[in-house]
């Protein structure tokens, strides 16, 4: 088979025409040469047809184009139209700009001779001042000298003010009248000076604020401050020590009273005349130097209160002979643990404690007021008010009071310890009362040292005597509670030939209810100190600690409790045996009855009541002597023996249904008369030998089920489905298989 080479050619060119044609954009200028260059049939056939669809792609968009012409010429027509209103806009604008410019120009003209005219004023009035302060200067150079001559200090002083105030502004008088006027000012100072330092040694109050009032208008606003707060430190220093030295005389004639010396007075009068000082005078300081110069006085006068002050401390703590009865204190501790010691007489200390709480209380309002006074200024130095509140909580008078605070802690803390121990001591019965003297005793004693303590307004303080009061109410205390029920053989003292020992049981219903009572007040005493402190301690880490305190004194609330359980097992130790032999006799009471047993119990109660007769007997004639509290806790003591032992009787026998009916009813008659006997409810203890008869009483095995799960209602079932199982197998009726088919 032969090929023609021209057949061949065309062959080999198809795929190249295949590419130009895939290439070719109809419509652009070149594709003209593209199609002229096409050789292959196949290709030119594709190109036609593209170009066919392509012509009728065109027509389509034409025919578009020419659907708008309506709508295009109207639109064009508007255009002419608007065009016209443009230029008749364009002319307007035209002439209004031309308007704008010429006014434009006009307002500048006239700007510019406001300016000039205001310039010239300006220069006026500067002229017109200038011509003033030239004829003030004057003024004030001639006032001067006359206000000299006649003694008008005020009004010479006012003249230097002006003058200094015209030459600071303008800069331009004389040198001849300056010269002139300071030397009328140096005159004028140098008499200020000496007068007011004469006032001040003659104690002439009028003249030192006459001129004292002259520092200011010299430009001497810091000396007349310094000369004015010397002078009011002098008149605070000589009535303190007039005061101190009138202290002192009655120390030396009142050897054998004590009371007629008044340390107390004597330090209030000292922060009286401090306070009046401030406030009486504070506007001259603020005339002088504005509210720092009110600090600075407060201050200045600080310094007074620390020396005087501390001196009346001091002499406070030598009169009192605090270091020695310290001492003696520290010493009775030592001696007395080792024997029998006698320390000072708290009587006596508890007068000193008040005393001494005075002066600190005095101490702490005086500081606490100076400090609120400064902070309540608005307009002092930033660093004054943290050097002032330094100096008052750092000075010597402070620290005086710190040294009283640790004699007083020390004083208050052997206090609270003798008459706690000394109401131990003396613990005797109170008539009408459930509790004895101890109770009420000690309880008052914590609690006045406590708020005593409080009232100094020392953490440390109220931390000390709070941890002393656990320490006593944790050891000596709770063992003088528990002593009565720790004696031997309570039980026979109690039950002495069978019968119940009034006085035996009183004693012991005292020491239990001691027991409740100090639980109660406990508590009582831990939210009164809460919400004292809560009031006087602001700051969180002060709180925080007390409250770390506090909740130590609320566990001592549950350690008497505990003590109290304790005591009241052992006293119910001694009455159950009492009633054991009733109970012992119901296990021999049948529960298998037939109809006229049933009907000869309901006459003839085989057990229930001689047990009730037993509990009464040797129970209720303790109650008239228990708090409430105290009697319902022995009655449900009592009760959950009694139906601990029943359960386990119960569990013993065979029952026939009204045998299950006997039971019930019986559980009823305990359940009504114990509801009498107690405040609370006794229900609950009674409730697993309710059920036991509720089941004993079913008609056949399966009736449990209507009471068990989700049938049981408003019943919280108290037994297990062992035990349920268990107590229908005490019926005699009931079949094993039956019981064991069940699904609980």
């Known amino acids: 088979m032969s090929i023609s080479s021209s057949s061949l050619s065309s062959t080999m060119d198809a795929p190249a025409e295949d590419q130009v044609t895939a290439a070719l954009r109809l419509g652009a200028p070149e594709a003209l040469d593209q199609v002229r260059k096409l050789t292959d049939v196949g290709a030119m056939t594709r190109i036609l047809h593209e170009c066919i669809a392509y012509q009728r792609a065109l027509e389509l968009e034409l025919d578009n184009l020419l659907s708008q012409r309506t709508d295009l010429d109207k639109q064009l027509s508007n255009l002419q139209k608007s065009a016209q209103v443009l230029d008749i806009v364009k002319a307007d604008s035209d002439h209004m700009l031309a308007n704008v410019r010429s006014t ?256 600190m209380q005095l101490g702490e309002d005086y500081t606490e007021f100076m400090v609120s006074t400064i902070k309540g200024l608005s307009s002092v130095d930033p660093e004054l008010g943290p050097r002032a509140t330094k100096a008052f909580r750092s000075g010597s008078f402070s620290r005086s009071i710190q040294d009283i605070t640790g004699y007083y802690v020390i004083l208050e803390g052997f206090f609270m310890v003798e008459n706690v121990r000394k109401a131990i001591n003396i613990d005797e019965h109170v008539p009408d009362s459930l509790t004895t003297s101890m109770v009420d005793d000690v309880f008052y004693v914590l609690q006045s040292c406590l708020r005593r303590a409080i009232s100094t307004s020392n953490i440390n303080s109220v931390l000390a005597l709070l941890s002393g009061s656990i320490n006593l109410l944790g050891n000596e205390y709770q063992e003088a509670l528990q002593q009565k029920m720790r004696e031997p053989n309570l039980g026979a003292k109690l039950f002495l030939g069978g019968v119940g020992v009034q006085k035996t049981g009183t004693e012991i219903a005292t020491a239990l209810n001691n027991m409740d009572v100090s639980s109660e007040y406990v508590l009582k005493l831990r939210h009164e100190i809460e919400e004292q402190c809560a009031e006087v301690f602001h700051t969180p880490a002060d709180r925080e600690k007390v409250k770390s305190c506090l909740s130590e004194l609320g566990e001592m609330s549950n350690s008497f409790k505990q003590a109290l359980n304790g005591g009241m097992e052992q006293l119910v130790g001694t009455v159950t045996p009492r009633i054991r032999p009733v109970l012992d006799g119901v296990a021999t009471i049948s529960y298998e009855l037939t109809e006229a047993e049933y009907a000869d119990n309901e006459v003839n109660d085989p057990w229930v009541q001689r047990l009730l007769h037993a509990v009464e007997t040797n129970a209720t004639w303790l109650q008239p002597v228990m708090t409430a509290n105290n009697y319902d806790s022995f009655v449900h003591l009592i009760i959950d023996f009694i139906a601990k032992r029943l359960e386990v009787i119960m569990m013993q026998k065979r029952f026939s249904q009204l045998g299950g009916l006997q039971l019930d009813r019986d559980a009823r008659a305990l359940v009504h008369h114990f509801s009498s006997m107690t405040q609370r409810t ?49 019926r005699i009726d009931f079949k094993p298989e039956a019981i064991a088919a069940l699904k609980l």
């Open 682 to 730: 006794v229900r609950d203890k009674f409730a697993r030998l309710t059920q036991m008869a509720t089941i004993l009483n079913l008609e056949k095995v399966s009736e449990i089920l209507d009471f068990w799960g989700e049938n049981s209602g408003p019943m919280t079932w108290r037994l297990t489905p062992a035990e349920v199982r268990r107590v229908l197998g005490l």
């Open 104 to 359: 434009c120009d006009l307002a500048d003209q006239v700007s510019g001779k406001v300016r000039e005219l205001d310039l010239a004023q300006s220069r006026v009035n500067s002229t017109l001042s200038r011509i003033d302060a030239v004829v003030e200067r004057g003024n004030c150079i001639e006032g001067v000298q006359k206000a000299l001559e006649t003694e008008d200090y005020e009004s010479a002083a006012k003249y230097v003010q002006t003058f200094l105030r015209i030459d600071a502004e303008y800069k331009d008088s004389g040198s001849d009248q300056r010269e002139q006027l300071m030397e009328s000012k140096k005159q004028l100072e140098g008499i200020a000076r000496k007068r007011l330092a004469a006032a001040i040694d003659q104690r002439d109050h009028p003249t030192i604020l006459r001129f004292v009032r002259l520092f200011s208008p010299l430009n001497l606003e810091e000396e007349g401050l310094q000369m004015y707060v010397n002078y009011l430190k002098k008149v605070i220093a000589m009535r303190s020590r007039l005061e101190y030295e009138h202290l002192v005389e009655l120390m030396e004639q009142s050897s054998g009273n004590q009371s007629n010396v008044n340390f107390v007075g004597c330090l209030t009068n000292l922060f009286k005349d401090i306070v009046l000082a401030v406030q009486e005078n504070s506007e001259i300081l603020r005339g002088l130097c504005g509210e720092d110069g009110i600090v600075y006085a407060i201050c200045e006068l600080q310094e007074e209160c620390d020396s005087r002050g501390s001196s009346i401390l001091k002499k406070y703590t030598d009169y009192r002979k605090l270091a020695r009865i310290t001492s003696e204190i520290n010493s009775y501790k030592n001696r007395l643990s080792v024997g029998a010691a006698e320390g000072p007489d708290p009587r006596e200390i508890e007068l000193y404690l008040e005393e001494m709480l005075s002066l």
